[in-house]
């Protein structure tokens, strides 16, 4: 996987005027269209920048959702059975993982080719997300956990469709001179919906159908703008490719031979992912179990550090966006990026106080802002294929979903291992296979 292929050009391809939305946002789209008119280039289309603005809109509640469901179900079932937690929590996003497997690259490869007169993004961003309304609603108003496993893989499937489909539109809709910077403001909306969700699911961890649902609804409001106002390119059935599912699901796997930069860019996110999965599924528990807070201050607790880390996070979204667009360069941010958060989860293993873990929370953030902002304008800029770039990025986003099948699965026996609550070992190995990933991302030859 060491040789060089040429880098697709204009892949995902820059939008034409007539692509986007001739209409302008209202209400708080407006104030980001005006900050997205400063931060990503005065220069720009009219219509990118008032895509840009809708896409904001819409991210602040779809990360919300991404980033509180997960907690959100952790607290659900440590409340219902907190001897269980691991094995129950473990199981259900296991499966979840296991499923999406499928179901991620198939809902790509389906909106790439769905030629309906609303677009081809619009309808699957919608439908996903009653889905995900109605199953989260049952995880709230049950106790069964037999249940709450069945819902939660319908629900968050759903849910990440929704998300997957969502970000394939900055791909599609932005120039590549700009997409880091996008993805970076993009990033900062994430910041700023990880603190506000963390708060939400602890004021709300005694209300269970409302922890689980406020995250989704929120989504679904915030997305609302997007749905209407952004007009998404119809296509029509000549336009589109053949769907092939024999040839579609053989396609998941790359071909090392004939496109190495993707193969390396996609093994290095799915070492990176390992590192965010066990970091981000567990550190709720590690609130309980390392540091001894009762559920109810834990959730607080979690608030409290995704509140700290949002400043930070905020700086490193866009600056590091910035910095990689005017460098030309991916690469090293994305080296950078690992290596922080390797050190970061050594740093939490080892901690005994509140204030040491927050240290390490902080450096996580640091870089996975700046991971998840340079790494993804990476990925874009080796898809294989950009008529199929809702099929290849939802392939990158198996990257950081495999995690969620091993980690969850595995961590139960690690945390076992000794005297019990082995942190280090989980969170050690994780660190590891993360500077590995800073390594394996210079295999990649045709980005800088």
Avoid at 11 to 32: V, Y
Avoid at 216 to 244: F, N, S
Avoid at 247 to 267: E, I, L, N, T
Wanted: net charge positive; proline share 6%.
């Amino acid at each position: 996987m060491s040789d060089t292929t040429a880098l697709p050009p204009r892949s995902p391809r820059d939008p034409e005027p007539g692509d986007l939305a001739p209409g302008t946002a209202a209400g708080p789209a407006t104030a980001l269209r005006d900050e997205a008119h400063h931060d990503v280039d005065p220069a720009a289309p009219r219509s990118v920048r008032r895509t840009v603005a809708l896409v904001l809109v819409a991210g602040l509640g779809m990360y919300i959702m991404m980033l509180t469901v997960n907690t959100a179900l952790s607290l659900r079932i440590a409340s219902i059975d907190p001897g269980q937690k691991e094995a129950v929590f473990g199981r259900a996003v296991s499966l979840s993982a296991l499923v999406m497997l499928v179901t991620i690259p198939l809902g790509g490869a389906l909106s790439d080719r769905t030629t309906s007169r609303f677009g081809r993004r619009r309808p699957w961003i919608l439908g996903s997300l009653v889905v995900a309304l109605l199953s989260m609603a049952v995880i709230g108003s049950t106790d069964s956990f037999a249940l709450i496993t069945f819902a939660y893989v319908i629900g968050i499937v759903a849910a990440q469709n929704a998300f997957s489909t969502y970000a394939v539109i900055p791909v599609e809709g932005v120039p590549d001179r700009l997409r880091a910077r996008v993805m970076g403001l993009m990033g900062m909306f994430g910041a700023l919906a990880m603190s506000a969700g963390s708060y939400l699911a602890a004021a709300l961890v005694g209300i269970p159908v409302a922890l689980m649902v406020v995250p989704v609804l929120l989504a679904a409001l915030t997305t609302i703008p997007l749905l209407v106002m952004y007009k998404d390119p119809v296509k029509a059935a000549a336009d589109v490719p053949p769907l092939d599912l024999r040839a579609m699901f053989s396609g998941m796997v790359v071909s090392p031979r004939r496109h190495p930069d993707f193969a390396w860019a996609w093994f290095s996110r799915f070492l990176a992912g390992i590192a965010m999965t066990a970091m981000f599924s567990f550190f709720i528990f590690y609130l309980m179990d390392g540091l001894n807070l009762p559920i109810a201050q834990a959730g607080a607790s979690a608030g409290t550090l995704s509140l700290a880390s949002a400043p930070v996070s905020i700086l490193f979204f866009t600056v590091s966006g910035w910095l990689s667009d005017k460098l030309g360069r991916r690469k090293p941010f994305v080296a950078l990026a690992a290596i922080l958060m390797a050190i970061a989860l050594v740093v939490a293993a080892t901690s005994t106080t509140f204030t040491q873990f927050l240290v390490a929370w902080l450096i996580f953030a640091m870089g996975q802002a700046m991971y998840l902002t340079v790494d993804l304008a990476l990925c874009a800029a080796v898809l294989p294929d950009a008529r199929d770039a809702g099929k290849d990025m939802a392939v990158f986003q198996l990257a950081l979903s495999l995690p969620n099948i091993i980690v969850p699965a595995l961590a139960p026996a690690v945390l076992a291992m000794g005297a019990g609550h082995n942190y280090l070992l989980l969170w050690g190995g994780a660190a590891v296979l993360c500077a590995i990933g800073a390594l394996t991302v210079f295999r990649v030859r045709g980005v800088r």
